[in-house]
Structure formats: structure tokens, C-alpha cells
């Protein structure tokens, strides 16, 4: 059977990113309002949004900088990085995966995230501004997070290559039940779901002065860079999603050869899978009340702690 060069599976999974992240919000937002009783957006409206944005001109702010042009394209390139260095469609590493590992990827989405904030907070605008302040704020306990659940699950493997770690857990049940794991795992979900901007503040659609943090970052862009925007924080989801399902929950429904068909296979398996998780969020995010913003802190202290129990579970209890 023909194989496919391993390059060209590499470039299918950052295109399976690129391309599937829109997807993937749109699917989350008709399953949101279908739970809401709602009729909501069709699937494909993520689409028709980025190619609406980017037929319309560009406006930038009176004072804007450096940062604020660059911002999204820089971020949208590191979104597009990291599926190099993660298992999206493979369980074997692929040329460029030896390159970085998941803390590599870490800091390359904060290295996004750092770009957006500062290119809003150039804009000048006092909602760019607080909505930059407040992700940066938060971020200083969020980033602590990953790098403990990384640090749990390097001791745990022995390496913090994300191939690996995936490998580890697919070798049986018993990996995926060690208590060290699922702390580790619980504290990842917990980070996701805020970087995904699902709980714990208002909305992930929200505009209101006392939650938005997403959408307060984006409020001076227009045009292509505001459909940049938009379509990294997609990829962003998928990517995080990736990293949840491939490494530390799932990591199944993978191809384990380079044919065509166990490659074919493996897209809408991983599409699936983050559509079903997707779909989970939307039901927490609607069954649990908004907290105030102050209560924040108290929501991401509580994955720091998961986090650290993890540490101390795997060190002193043996887990």
C-alpha cells in the first residue's frame, strides 16, 4: 500500500487544525442553543464570519504600535506551530515532533496570548486595556498550572515529549487511573476551560464590562485581523483539546501507520472526539451559574492546588 511521506502527514495535521477549529466552535454553538432551546447558528456560521471579516477593510487605531499589527498574525503562526509538535493525527512522532516538547508548546501559546494582550493594550482603548490587564492577571496563576501538570506527567513518563506521554497511557487502564494522572488531568481541564473563556465568567460570547476578557482583546481590531483573530482562538480550542484527548485522556483513534486510509481515519476521529468534549463543556457551562469576577481567583487557585496534589501524590503516595 502506498504511504504517505511523513512531511505531508505533518502538514495534514496542522491543516486539520486550521481548518477543523472553526468546525469545531461552530458544532459546540449549535449544540449551546440547542440545549438553550434555542434554533442557534448553523454549524458552518464560523466559515461564513472569517470569510465576511476578510473582505472588509482594515481600520487601525490613531497611536496603535508594533505590537498591534503583529499581534495577529504572530499568535495565528503559533497556533498553526503547535500542531507540529503534538500527536493530532498520529500516535508516532513525525519529523518536526522531536523539535518541542508539551512545554515547548506551552509557552508558545503563551507567547500568543502575551502578543494579543499587548496589542490590545497599545490600541489605547480602556475596555483593550482592562481586558488585557485582567488576562495577564489570571494568566499568572493559569501558566503555574501547566507547568506542574507537564512536570506530573514528565516524572510520570520519564520524558515530557507529548508522543511519549500519549504512548504511556495507551500501554493500559492502569496509567490513566493513577491518581497522579487524574489530578494532573482534572487541573489541565480546569485551565482549559477558562483559556476557552467557558467558565467561569460570564460567557465565551459575553460583552459586558465585568466578565469579557476574550472579546475585550479583540474589540479594536477589524477586517483580516479581527477574522486572524477569531480563527486562531478557534485553532487555539482544537489545539487545546488535542493536547486533553491525544496526551492525557484519549489518546486513541489514532494512525499507527503512514497509509492513506489510516490517516483519512484518524481526521474525523480527532474532530469527533473534540466535538464530544465539546459538547460536554457547553452542558457544564450552561448547568453551573457565572461567578463574579473576583471569584476567579478562587477558580484557577483551585487547579493550581489540583496541580500541586498531583506533585505531592506522585512523590509521596507513590500515585
Known amino acids: 500500500m502506498t504511504a504517505l511521506p511523513l512531511p505531508l502527514i505533518q502538514a495534514l495535521q496542522v491543516t486539520t487544525v486550521a481548518v477543523g477549529g472553526p468546525g469545531v466552535s461552530g458544532f459546540i454553538s449549535w449544540f449551546e442553543a440547542r440545549l438553550q432551546g434555542r434554533r442557534g447558528p448553523p454549524i ?36 498553526l506551530t503547535v500542531p507540529m509538535l503534538i500527536p493530532v493525527l498520529t500516535s508516532y512522532a513525525l519529523p518536526l515532533g522531536y523539535m518541542g516538547d508539551v512545554l515547548g508548546g506551552g509557552l508558545i501559546l503563551a507567547f500568543a496570548s502575551f502578543l494579543i494582550a499587548v496589542g490590545a493594550a497599545e490600541t489605547g482603548d480602556s475596555y483593550s486595556q482592562l481586558a488585557s490587564s485582567r488576562a495577564k492577571t489570571f494568566a499568572a496563576i493559569t501558566e503555574p498550572v501547566m507547568l506542574l501538570v507537564f512536570f506530573t506527567a514528565a516524572t510520570i513518563t520519564t520524558t515530557d515529549l507529548p508522543y511519549v506521554i500519549g504512548a504511556t497511557v495507551r500501554s493500559g487502564p492502569a496509567q490513566i487511573v493513577r491518581p497522579a494522572h487524574l489530578l494532573a488531568s482534572a487541573a489541565l481541564f480546569m485551565v482549559i476551560l477558562y483559556e ?5 465568567i460570564e460567557s465565551h460570547t459575553g460583552t459586558t464590562e465585568f466578565g469579557m476578557i476574550e472579546t475585550g482583546r479583540t474589540f479594536e481590531y477589524s477586517g483580516p485581523d479581527l477574522a486572524l483573530l477569531h480563527w486562531g ?33 484518524a481526521i474525523p476521529a480527532i474532530l469527533g472526539k473534540a466535538a464530544l468534549l465539546g459538547c460536554a463543556i457547553a452542558v457544564l457551562d450552561n448547568s453551573y451559574a457565572k461567578l463574579r469576577l473576583f471569584k476567579i481567583t478562587e477558580y484557577v487557585s483551585a487547579a493550581l492546588l489540583l496541580a500541586v496534589l498531583a506533585v505531592f501524590t506522585l512523590y509521596l503516595g507513590g500515585g
Open 196 to 200: 476557552t473563556a467557558r467558565i467561569p
Open 233 to 265: 482562538s478557534a485553532a487555539k480550542q482544537l489545539v487545546l483539546y488535542v493536547i486533553l484527548l491525544n496526551v492525557f485522556v484519549a489518546p486513541w483513534g489514532m494512525a499507527s501507520g503512514t497509509s492513506p486510509a489510516e490517516v483519512a481515519v
Open 44 to 79: 458552518l456560521q464560523p466559515y461564513f464570519d472569517l470569510a465576511k471579516l476578510f473582505g472588509k477593510e482594515t481600520l487601525t487605531p490613531n497611536g496603535a504600535g508594533p505590537f498591534y499589527r503583529l499581534a495577529p498574525y504572530v499568535s495565528f503562526a503559533c497556533y
